[in-house]
């Protein structure tokens, strides 16, 4: 098996994201009126390149999941009130861009096949009255024109290639651990031939020895069908693994982004730097290595900080960051940092 | 929090206008109304008196009926005859009976005491009894206590409560003659000293309210145990365990009052029901209560009657829900409504 | 850590597990969720005690405390001594003084763990009013003080909070202030941080070992499913897989020298930088469920890549291969390099295979 390249270079744009907001508004009041609104994110920019895995991570409640909801472009339909601004452009091979932000129902028909998305928790994820086929099925019947003979093969033919039985196709969930599970969510997902998967957490709630198979077979599976993955997780560790480059997520804003051996090996922002220095090694000998000690709580995204949302718990702040939000910074090509002041941090 | 009371306050307007409006509607389309009640009347009177007022089919003269419409407010269109009607209520003029022929609000507030009574008694008996009997039942589950209270209690859910009163009725009451055939109070009651009174009344009072309370003991009664025994598999009575409580005050202390949410929760709606009074538990104890009132009235097409009692019930159950939100919030620290 | 160290040379068990055995009744079958498992406890040591999901670190921890729901759990036999006594043969009311007082217990849930109509105060002060003669002022008075101890900014103001007004790290502080106010002996933490984020984990960690600095007789027995956590905390390891304990070792010689087929492929499934993108070595298969776990058998030898005949036949039984280091495996007994075999293994041209 060839080893993809530490720094890829992968230049064709296949999602950009600008200016991104997700907005729920807080009601309040006798009349109901909008008090206000959970900025769970709050104008981000992120490009997704053809091919590439771009890791997702930030603690929680910074908007990872939310993010990828907007991609999927579900927000709508699950929260009718939802404030969306900004952009996510889809560039398809032949040139053409479509801003999927929001976009309705009909017109998003077309875009879904491209981009699909893998969850959690393998066991909610899945109906549970419907057999493996027509979980699998599902997807090709809605948005391709196959025949049942067909359809059925090319299920049996995913199953096979996410490392299940053919035979599996009648059974249920419920029959399957969750590394199973979560190898049928990868074979729905990938039905419709997607571009892009959106993966939330896919295997986090997956046993320590289960995990790795799952990310073995997602970055076989990236390299064989040419895919992008938005992989959102919180173990650094997993995530530096599989992902090309990494975005960091706090407070509905992305903090850091850069390549994966920029963002891990040597990360700029203040709170990227003690994010990975209290990742916890698995060597004793590395036991009484330097911490960055964050203080306090994570502020809600319902009021958030003025300025740089970090600056209640920033080792660095001055008294400038609460003014106006942090200008993004170049560290060096293609890694970038919210913040003004990263020299400070050593 | 003020103002999502506030805001529940002022929603009961609007829902209340809703309720109002629709059975306004009802009462003006379905036939039998108050006029062709009184045509009857008249036609019954006349053919018993033998007298013909007008050849064989009965006419009433115009102005006669127009003063009948106008009389039961039938001479507006309905959107203005039902502002009249609002425009009445709010200044507490439910209208005139064309039964009792007396104003609604005095029919209605004669009835009130007693299906209070019944209701109140009934309700305070379902929650002495079931709070402790879920709690048992919850403790001890799967012993031969829990099993058999539960057949007593579906049996008693299985059988309305009308059709329990009439059993034991026949039974205790026909039969074996111990508890009075009905009524609201012994006869004499004037003359009574006070402890017959109370013996008295408590014979009337035994088999209303068993009726009343019937019911609710099944769906209390399960309703507090399974909250129990939800609450003692949770997480937090392990703690408690772990910290070395001795198990009294790990099912007293910690889970019982989680478990007791749901039930506080629920007063305020069974308040607002069980005011609301039985017409069937009335009618077979022959108690001159709401229920009883409201039946007859829609029976007897005394709409005003009918629009009173709906009055009531409508404000006494929102009024409950809103007490019910209330109750919520103090017993429930999470429980914050913006 | 060579205090630690130094505590635990002293060879002096606060605890000893004796072939422990706890089984639950599932619809009709008896799952033995525990099955004889043996371990010490010394003063002082963080016990880290790994596995995977269902191997009954759990089950092992609550039955130390006879946590265990019974219905529809049972511990089936065993012994656990603890200051001269079986707690298996106490009283409830003798066992009632141990929870809590001597033995203390926080878990992984900071959520669901403290009752939500309760304020934080009474409920840390609780421990220590069933536990001592102390007034309820007094045991507030000291609540302030775990509370303060544990981080919890301007602890006497939040003593009227309830739970849901505080973060998820700092419910889990609160749970180790409830579980440190009666000055334990022991202190059982079943996955204390797997719930939260890895900033606060990395807290809550260094909270914990700091308990030690300040009393450092107390013994810690952490359960996780984190290789990397045991890495930053524990002076020994457990390995659980099954039910039964197939590795023991100090923590040195169990990240430098794992010797059980399984630990190695534990640690091996874990990325490494250094090998960024590579295919991650794994175990093959999935965990069985707890009915489907071999018997009469080595537990692992259905993912065990380099199982024998013997493996399928016969239980290997907990073998000494070195000072406090001990493997359950037949060819590790046997002083087979089984580092060597599974490397050989992996180097072997193979299909993957998924049960
Ligand atoms: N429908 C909603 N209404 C109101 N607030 C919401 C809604 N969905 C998400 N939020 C809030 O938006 C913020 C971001 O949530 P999100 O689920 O995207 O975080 P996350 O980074 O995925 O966190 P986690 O790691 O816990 O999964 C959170 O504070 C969340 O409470
Ligand atoms: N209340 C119960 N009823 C039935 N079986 C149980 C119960 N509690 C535990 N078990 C079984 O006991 C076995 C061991 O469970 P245990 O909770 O100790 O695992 P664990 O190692 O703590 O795993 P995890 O990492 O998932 O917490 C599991 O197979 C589980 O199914
Ligand atoms: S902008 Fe200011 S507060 Fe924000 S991270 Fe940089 S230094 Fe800290
Ligand atoms: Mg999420
Ligand atoms: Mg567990």
Same mark, same amino acid.
């Given at each position: 098996?060839?080893?993809?390249?530490?720094?890829?270079?992968?230049?064709e744009?296949?999602?950009?994201?600008?200016g991104l907001?997700?907005?729920?508004?807080?009601?309040?009041?006798?009349?109901r009126?909008?008090v206000?609104?959970v900025?769970?994110?709050?104008g981000? @920019?992120?490009?997704?390149?053809r091919?590439?895995t771009i890791?997702?991570v930030g603690?929680?409640?910074?908007?990872?999941?939310?993010?990828g909801r907007?991609i999927i472009?579900?927000?709508?339909p699950?929260?009718?009130?939802?404030?969306?601004?900004?952009?996510?452009?889809?560039h398809?091979?032949?040139?053409?861009?479509? @801003?999927?932000?929001?976009?309705g129902?009909?017109r998003?028909?077309a875009? +879904?096949?491209?981009?699909?998305?893998?969850f959690?928790?393998?066991f909610?994820?899945?109906?549970?009255?419907?057999?493996?086929?027509?979980?699998?099925g599902?997807?090709?019947?809605l948005?391709?024109?196959?025949?049942?003979?067909?359809?059925?093969?090319?299920v049996?033919?995913?199953?096979?290639?996410?490392?299940?039985?053919?035979s599996?196709?009648?059974?249920?969930?419920h029959?399957?651990?969750g590394?199973q599970?979560?190898?049928?969510?990868?074979?729905?997902?990938?039905s419709?031939r997607p571009?892009?998967?959106?993966?939330?957490?896919?295997?986090?709630?997956?046993?320590?020895?289960?995990?790795a198979?799952?990310?073995?077979?997602?970055?076989?599976?990236?390299? @064989?069908?040419?895919?992008?993955?938005?992989?959102?997780?919180h173990?650094?560790s997993?995530?530096?693994?599989?992902?090309d480059?990494?975005?960091?997520?706090?407070?509905?804003?992305?903090?850091?982004?850069?390549?994966a051996?920029?963002?891990?090996?040597r990360?700029?922002?203040?709170?990227?730097r003690?994010?990975?220095?209290?990742?916890?090694?698995?060597?004793?000998?590395?036991?009484?290595r330097?911490?960055?000690?964050?203080?306090?709580?994570?502020?809600?995204p319902?009021?958030?900080?003025?300025?740089?949302?970090? +600056?209640?718990?920033?080792?660095?702040a001055?008294?400038?960051?609460a003014?106006?939000?942090?200008?993004?910074?170049?560290?060096?090509?293609?890694?970038?940092?919210?913040c003004?002041?990263?020299?400070?941090m050593? | 929090?003020?103002t999502?009371f506030?805001? +529940?306050?002022?929603?009961?307007?609007?829902?209340?206008?809703?309720?109002?409006?629709?059975?306004?509607?009802?009462?003006?389309?379905?036939?039998?109304?108050p006029?062709?009640?009184?045509?009857l009347?008249l036609?019954?009177?006349s053919?018993?008196?033998g007298?013909?007022?007008?050849?064989?089919t009965?006419?009433?003269?115009?102005a006669?009926?127009?003063?009948?419409?106008?009389?039961?407010?039938?001479?507006?269109?309905?959107?203005?005859?039902?502002?009249?009607?609002?425009w009445?209520?709010?200044?507490?003029?439910?209208?005139?009976?064309f039964?009792?022929?007396?104003?609604?609000l005095?029919?209605?507030?004669? +009835?009130?005491?007693?299906?209070?009574y019944?209701?109140?008694?009934?309700?305070?008996?379902?929650?002495?009894?079931c709070?402790?009997?879920?709690?048992?039942?919850?403790?001890?589950?799967?012993?031969?206590?829990?099993?058999t209270?539960s057949?007593?209690?579906?049996?008693?859910?299985?059988i309305?409560?009308?059709?329990?009163?009439?059993?034991?009725?026949?039974?205790?009451?026909?039969?074996?003659?111990?508890?009075p055939?009905?009524?609201?109070?012994?006869e004499g009651?004037? @003359?009574?000293?006070?402890?017959?009174?109370?013996?008295?009344?408590?014979y009337h009072?035994?088999?209303p309210v068993?009726?009343?309370?019937?019911?609710?003991f099944a769906?209390?009664t399960?309703?507090?145990k399974?909250?129990?025994?939800e609450?003692?598999g949770?997480?937090?009575?392990?703690?408690?365990?772990?910290?070395?409580?001795?198990?009294?005050?790990v099912?007293?202390?910690h889970a019982l009052?989680?478990?007791?949410?749901?039930?506080?929760?629920?007063?305020?709606?069974?308040i607002?029901?069980?005011?609301?009074?039985?017409y069937?538990?009335?009618?077979?104890f022959n108690?001159?209560?709401?229920?009883?009132?409201?039946y007859?009235?829609?029976?007897?097409?005394?709409?005003?009657?009918?629009?009173?009692v709906?009055?009531?019930n409508?404000?006494l159950?929102?009024?409950?829900?809103?007490?019910?939100?209330?109750?919520?919030v103090?017993v429930?620290?999470?429980?914050?409504?913006e | 850590?060579?205090a630690?160290?130094?505590?635990?040379?002293d060879?002096k068990?606060v605890?000893?597990?004796?072939?422990l055995?706890?089984?639950?009744?599932?619809?009709t079958?008896?799952?033995?969720?525990?099955?004889?498992?043996?371990?010490?406890?010394?003063?002082?040591?963080?016990?880290?005690?790994?596995?995977?999901?269902?191997?009954?670190?759990?089950?092992?921890?609550?039955?130390?405390?006879?946590?265990?729901?019974?219905?529809?759990?049972h511990?089936?036999g065993?012994?656990?001594?603890?200051?001269?006594?079986?707690?298996?043969?106490?009283s409830?009311?003798?066992?009632?003084?141990?929870?809590?007082?001597?033995?203390?217990m926080?878990f992984?849930?900071?959520?669901?763990?403290?009752?939500?109509?309760?304020?934080?105060?009474?409920?840390?002060?609780?421990?220590?009013?069933?536990h001592?003669?102390l007034?309820k002022?007094?045991?507030?008075?000291?609540?302030?003080?775990?509370l303060?101890a544990?981080?919890i900014?301007?602890a006497?103001?939040?003593?009227?909070?309830?739970?849901?007004?505080?973060?998820?790290?700092?419910?889990?502080?609160?749970?180790?202030?409830?579980?440190?106010?009666?000055k334990?002996?022991?202190?059982?933490a079943?996955?204390?941080?797997?719930?939260?984020?890895v900033t606060i984990?990395?807290?809550?960690?260094?909270?914990?070992?700091?308990?030690q600095?300040?009393?450092?007789e107390?013994a810690?027995?952490?359960?996780?499913?984190?290789l990397?956590?045991?890495?930053?905390?524990?002076?020994?390891?457990?390995?659980?897989y099954g039910?039964?304990?197939q590795?023991?070792?100090?923590?040195?010689?169990?990240?430098e020298?794992?010797?059980?087929?399984y630990?190695?492929?534990?640690?091996g499934s874990?990325?490494?930088?250094?090998?960024?993108?590579e295919?991650?070595?794994?175990?093959?298969?999935?965990?069985?469920?707890?009915?489907?776990?071999?018997v009469?058998?080595?537990?692992?030898h259905?993912?065990?890549?380099?199982?024998e005949e013997?493996?399928?036949t016969?239980?290997?039984?907990?073998?000494?291969?070195?000072?406090?280091?001990?493997?359950?495996c037949?060819?590790?007994?046997?002083?087979?390099?089984?580092?060597?075999?599974m490397?050989?293994?992996?180097?072997?041209?193979?299909t993957?295979?998924?049960?």
């Amino acid at each position: 098996m060839s080893l993809t390249s530490p720094t890829p270079t992968r230049t064709e744009t296949l999602l950009s994201i600008r200016g991104l907001k997700v907005h729920f508004p807080v009601y309040g009041g006798v009349l109901r009126r909008k008090v206000g609104a959970v900025k769970a994110v709050d104008g981000i @920019d992120l490009e997704v390149r053809r091919g590439e895995t771009i890791g997702l991570v930030g603690e929680s409640g910074s908007g990872k999941t939310t993010v990828g909801r907007a991609i999927i472009n579900v927000l709508k339909p699950m929260y009718p009130d939802v404030e969306l601004d900004g952009s996510i452009e889809v560039h398809s091979r032949d040139g053409l861009v479509q @801003d999927v932000n929001g976009l309705g129902r009909a017109r998003m028909n077309a875009f +879904r096949p491209k981009i699909q998305m893998v969850f959690q928790d393998p066991f909610s994820s899945l109906n549970p009255r419907m057999t493996v086929a027509q979980l699998i099925g599902r997807p090709l019947e809605l948005h391709t024109k196959l025949t049942r003979d067909e359809r059925r093969e090319r299920v049996e033919s995913l199953l096979e290639r996410v490392g299940l039985q053919r035979s599996y196709a009648e059974r249920f969930p419920h029959e399957f651990s969750g590394g199973q599970r979560q190898r049928i969510g990868i074979a729905r997902a990938l039905s419709t031939r997607p571009e892009i998967i959106v993966a939330d957490e896919p295997v986090s709630a997956l046993d320590v020895s289960v995990q790795a198979q799952v990310v073995n077979l997602m970055q076989e599976l990236a390299r @064989d069908f040419d895919l992008s993955y938005v992989f959102i997780a919180h173990d650094l560790s997993i995530v530096y693994h599989i992902s090309d480059r990494i975005a960091v997520m706090y407070l509905g804003n992305v903090v850091e982004i850069g390549s994966a051996e920029q963002v891990y090996m040597r990360p700029r922002h203040p709170y990227t730097r003690a994010l990975v220095s209290a990742v916890p090694h698995p060597d004793p000998k590395q036991r009484g290595r330097q911490r960055i000690r964050l203080e306090g709580d994570i502020p809600t995204p319902m009021n958030k900080p003025s300025g740089c949302g970090f +600056r209640t718990r920033c080792p660095i702040a001055k008294a400038s960051c609460a003014d106006l939000p942090p200008e993004v910074q170049t560290v060096e090509v293609g890694h970038t940092v919210a913040c003004p002041h990263w020299r400070e941090m050593q | 929090m003020g103002t999502y009371f506030a805001r +529940r306050m002022l929603l009961m307007i609007p829902t209340f206008i809703g309720i109002t409006m629709l059975v306004f509607a009802i009462t003006r389309f379905v036939p039998g109304g108050p006029i062709d009640q009184m045509m009857l009347k008249l036609q019954e009177a006349s053919m018993e008196s033998g007298t013909d007022i007008g050849g064989s089919t009965m006419e009433i003269p115009e102005a006669s009926l127009a003063a009948l419409k106008e009389r039961f407010g039938l001479d507006l269109p309905m959107w203005q005859g039902y502002l009249h009607w609002l425009w009445d209520v709010v200044r507490l003029d439910l209208g005139t009976s064309f039964k009792f022929n007396e104003p609604v609000l005095d029919v209605i507030v004669n +009835r009130f005491p007693i299906s209070i009574y019944f209701g109140l008694i009934g309700f305070a008996l379902a929650y002495v009894v079931c709070i402790p009997l879920g709690v048992l039942k919850a403790v001890r589950h799967g012993s031969k206590l829990d099993v058999t209270s539960s057949l007593l209690i579906f049996a008693g859910y299985s059988i309305p409560g009308w059709a329990l009163g009439a059993v034991l009725l026949v039974f205790l009451g026909g039969q074996l003659e111990l508890v009075p055939l009905g009524g609201f109070r012994p006869e004499g009651w004037a @003359d009574m000293d006070f402890w017959e009174k109370v013996r008295g009344q408590a014979y009337h009072t035994i088999l209303p309210v068993l009726a009343y309370a019937a019911g609710s003991f099944a769906t209390l009664t399960i309703l507090m145990k399974n909250s129990l025994m939800e609450n003692l598999g949770q997480d937090f009575v392990r703690t408690a365990f772990a910290k070395g409580l001795p198990e009294r005050k790990v099912i007293f202390g910690h889970a019982l009052r989680n478990s007791l949410i749901p039930i506080c929760t629920g007063l305020g709606h069974a308040i607002g029901l069980i005011m609301a009074g039985s017409y069937l538990i009335e009618k077979v104890f022959n108690i001159n209560g709401i229920g009883y009132l409201g039946y007859n009235s829609i029976v007897e097409r005394d709409y005003a009657v009918v629009m009173g009692v709906l009055v009531i019930n409508t404000v006494l159950i929102l009024l409950g829900n809103i007490l019910s939100d209330f109750l919520y919030v103090l017993v429930d620290p999470r429980i914050r409504f913006e | 850590m060579s205090a630690d160290q130094q505590n635990r040379g002293d060879g002096k068990p606060v605890l000893q597990v004796k072939d422990l055995v706890t089984s639950f009744q599932v619809g009709t079958n008896r799952a033995v969720a525990v099955n004889g498992v043996t371990f010490d406890v010394y003063e002082g040591e963080t016990l880290g005690i790994v596995g995977e999901s269902g191997s009954g670190k759990s089950v092992t921890s609550l039955s130390i405390l006879r946590l265990v729901p019974d219905p529809p759990g049972h511990i089936d036999g065993g012994q656990i001594l603890f200051e001269g006594q079986d707690l298996l043969q106490l009283s409830y009311a003798q066992m009632r003084k141990v929870r809590g007082a001597k033995i203390a217990m926080i878990f992984q849930e900071p959520m669901s763990s403290l009752n939500p109509v309760m304020k934080i105060g009474a409920q840390v002060a609780e421990t220590l009013q069933v536990h001592s003669k102390l007034s309820k002022s007094e045991a507030r008075e000291r609540a302030v003080e775990v509370l303060d101890a544990v981080g919890i900014p301007d602890a006497r103001a939040r003593l009227d909070h309830y739970p849901h007004q505080f973060s998820g790290g700092m419910r889990q502080r609160v749970m180790i202030a409830m579980a440190l106010i009666a000055k334990p002996k022991i202190l059982i933490a079943d996955e204390p941080t797997t719930a939260l984020d890895v900033t606060i984990q990395a807290q809550i960690l260094e909270l914990m070992k700091g308990l030690q600095d300040d009393r450092p007789e107390t013994a810690i027995i952490l359960i996780t499913h984190d290789l990397a956590v045991v890495a930053e905390t524990c002076d020994r390891v457990l390995v659980m897989y099954g039910g039964k304990v197939q590795e023991v070792a100090p923590i040195e010689q169990l990240f430098e020298d794992p010797r059980h087929p399984y630990t190695q492929g534990l640690l091996g499934s874990i990325p490494d930088p250094k090998h960024k993108g590579e295919p991650l070595p794994t175990i093959p298969g999935n965990v069985p469920h707890i009915l489907e776990l071999p018997v009469g058998a080595c537990r692992f030898h259905s993912r065990c890549p380099i199982a024998e005949e013997r493996c399928r036949t016969t239980e290997p039984a907990l073998t000494s291969v070195g000072h406090e280091h001990s493997v359950r495996c037949h060819l590790v007994a046997d002083g087979i390099d089984t580092f060597a075999r599974m490397r050989e293994h992996a180097a072997a041209p193979r299909t993957e295979e998924v049960r």
